[in-house]
Structures are given as C-alpha cells and as structure tokens.
Nanobody, 126 residues
Framework: QLQAYGGDLVQAGGSLRLSCAAS????????TGWFRQAPGKEREFVTA????????VYADSVKGRFAISKDNAKNTVYLQMSSLKPEDTAVYYC?????????????????????WGQGTQVTVSS
C-alpha cells in the first residue's frame, strides 16, 4: 500500500516536499508518478520517474519548479516543490506502475499506473 504525505498550507513562493512510500514490498516497480486533482477539476499528471533509468518527466506547468527524486534504499519517492503558486493547490497522489520491463520513460497517463496512495492536501495561499 502506498502512502503520500507531507502536504501542508504554504504561502505563494514557498516550498514543500512530499514523500511517497510503500508500507509493504511492491515488486517489479517500473515507475512512480505524482498526480494532482484540484477542486472541480480532473486529475492531472505532475511528474514521474523511471526506477531503472532514473529519468524524470514533468508537466509543463511545473518544469523548473518541481523536482522528483527517489531513494532506492528506502523505496521512497520525493516531490520537491518550489516557487509554489496558488494554482498548485490540489490533492497530490502518488502512484506506482508495475512492469517486468526495466528502463524506458515513465508514463504520464494515470491509466498506466497500478497502485495509488490516498493523497495529501497541498494548499498554497496568495
């Protein structure tokens, strides 16, 4: 089971780090992604990372402000968010894609992810 945590209320321009960890073993992890859903909007892709290649993918809206990283030993993925804007306000979810295929590019489609965390609220005040 995945757990995302670290969400908080922060002022615009501030920073926040989210974490995504599995409470138990998940085998054959191909990628971990972060998605977010703002009130009244559909869930959207934020960023993802392939566990073998370490290559990240970012949505245009967060490029240069957000950074995804992973700690293999802790089986944890982090989302460092900087220069936060009010439009970043959303529930942030992490998700894992399982595959026996290693490498490649992390997918941006939520439908390609197999396990989801419960979400953590990020609120950016203006």
């Amino acid at each position: 089971q995945l757990q995302a945590y670290g969400g908080d209320l922060v002022q615009a321009g501030g920073s926040l780090r989210l974490s995504c960890a599995a409470s138990g073993p998940i085998f054959n992890i191909n990628s971990t992604g972060w998605f977010r859903q703002a009130p009244g909007k559909e869930r959207e892709f934020v960023t993802a990372i392939n566990w073998s290649s370490g290559s990240p993918v970012y949505a245009d809206s967060v490029k240069g402000r957000f950074a995804i990283s992973k700690d293999n030993a802790k089986n944890t993925v982090y989302l460092q968010m900087s220069s936060l804007k009010p439009e970043d306000t959303a529930v942030y979810y992490c998700a894992v894609r399982r595959s026996t295929i290693r490498g490649g590019t992390a997918p941006i489609s939520e439908f390609l992810y197999d396990y989801w965390g419960q979400g953590t609220q990020v609120t950016v005040s203006s």
